[in-house]
């Protein structure tokens, strides 16, 4: 039988030396559990070192993050917000940790990220001297004691991610790989020097687009500076996400409640020291063409939520903006502009790295396993196939349907 960490468990004589000092190593190591927000703020300052020292995309596993996902929550009285963050210390500093939180449906019971219905990447914090593999075997063993589920599900893996190093042996891809195109703005010496990397014809495009916007009125790119400033943006964005998903039929569990929206909305009056949000928006005229929004965290912006006007598709708002967007990151000092899950067109036009992102799934009990091999894997993109494969007219019906559901 295979442990999660995916070895063979043995029992064989010679295997005792081993034993030995796979107990003397473990002997340094020491995890703990935090449960609530006032043991979260006991290691904040442990937590925010170590989130400095390692670095990385994991924005989604960050103190500032984590205190966002708490406050929401025990905000708005959900019962059933079952948080457990896994510490992993050794010889008494902390090196690795884990947040997550268990989620029970009709079916199963499955360990997630915490806040995992707002993530964008899946991740823990792992400190470089760490073996991700042994790290990650040892906070599961942890979090799966406490908290007993049927599975482990992390979504959006970044193929570049401590995560996906530590990755055990027997997790199963549950979806097929997408990519996040980012831009390294580290690699050049400013905005200008990137800007020159992208093809001369782009660059003609874009000009010209702009000029057109700009014989016909006063064409302005502002930052939001306020919270209630952030608020607009974050507003008109999710609404006009919404729309353009009910105009093509399509549905998304960020949008399939409330919750997403209330949870971006609370984020508008977060101190910029907690979780950094930056929130822009082309204007012409006065009114908005191409809004985007996203988080700030150890020097990455990740663009989490972007709209445009698709009645100004001639003039490709939202290429437009998104070179506003890395101008205003390389002024503001930032190393990374990561423009998140799926690849698209438009962002391609400013991005020309791409991170493999995968979906995985960790089976714990046999029911677990049933559940991830049957539903997961096969029957679940089936149904996404022929729902996305219907006609435009149909598909929303259907989604009105299973949304009544």
């Given amino acids: 039988m295979r442990s999660l960490d995916g070895s063979l468990a043995t029992g064989t004589a010679r295997a005792a030396p081993a034993q030995s000092a796979a107990s003397r190593a473990a002997a340094a190591f020491e995890t703990g559990l935090i449960r609530s ?16 020292e390692v670095g990385g995309a994991v924005v989604f596993q960050s103190l500032g993050w984590c ?29 690795a940790l884990f947040a997550f939180q268990r989620i029970r449906t009709k079916t199963r019971r499955v360990l997630v990220p915490l806040g995992d219905s707002f993530q964008q990447y899946a991740d823990f914090l792992c400190a470089e001297d760490l073996d991700p593999r042994e790290a990650l075997a040892r906070i599961l063993k942890a979090a799966l004691t406490a908290a007993p589920a049927d599975a482990v599900s992390l979504l959006k893996v970044r193929d570049d991610s401590k995560l996906e190093a530590g990755m055990s042996r027997n997790a199963i891809k549950t979806a097929t790989s997408e990519g996040a195109p980012f831009v390294p703005l580290c690699a050049w010496t400013g905005f200008e020097d990137y800007f020159q990397s992208i093809k001369p014809k782009t660059r003609k495009n874009m000009r010209n687009a702009r000029n057109r916007l700009e014989r016909e009125g006063v064409l302005e790119h502002v930052v939001a500076a306020t919270p209630a400033e952030k608020l607009g943006i974050i507003s ?18 960020a949008f399939a409640t409330s919750d997403f929206a209330d949870f971006c909305t609370s984020l508008a009056s977060r101190p910029d020291g907690d979780l950094g949000l930056l929130a822009m928006s ?5 009114e908005p063409i191409a809004e985007q929004w996203g988080l700030v965290s150890g020097g990455h912006y990740y663009a989490y939520v972007a709209s445009r006007d698709f009645g100004q598709s001639e003039e490709s708002p939202g290429k437009l903006h998104l070179k506003e967007v890395i101008e205003t990151c390389f002024a503001r000092g930032l190393s990374t502009a990561d423009l998140l899950v799926p690849v698209m067109p438009y962002k391609l036009t400013w991005a020309k790295d791409v991170v493999a992102v995968i979906d995985y799934a960790l089976p714990v009990t046999p029911k677990g396993y049933l559940i991830i091999t049957l539903w997961d894997r096969r029957l679940r993109p089936m149904l996404k196939r022929l729902v996305l494969g219907m006609p435009k007219e149909l598909r929303a019906v259907v989604m009105r349907v299973i949304g009544r559901g």
């Fill in 37 to 52: 927000r006032a043991d979260l703020e006991a290691i904040a300052r442990q937590w925010g070192d170590l989130q400095a």
């Fill in 67 to 95: 205190r966002a996902v708490f406050d929401f929550e025990t905000g708005r009285g959900n019962s059933g917000f079952d948080p457990l963050i896994v510490t992993l210390h050794r010889h008494g500093a902390l090196r």
């Fill in 236 to 253: 008109r964005t999710l609404s006009g996400r919404a729309e353009r998903l009910k105009d093509q039929g399509l549905t998304s569990r």
């Fill in 282 to 286: 082309l204007r012409h005229n006065g």
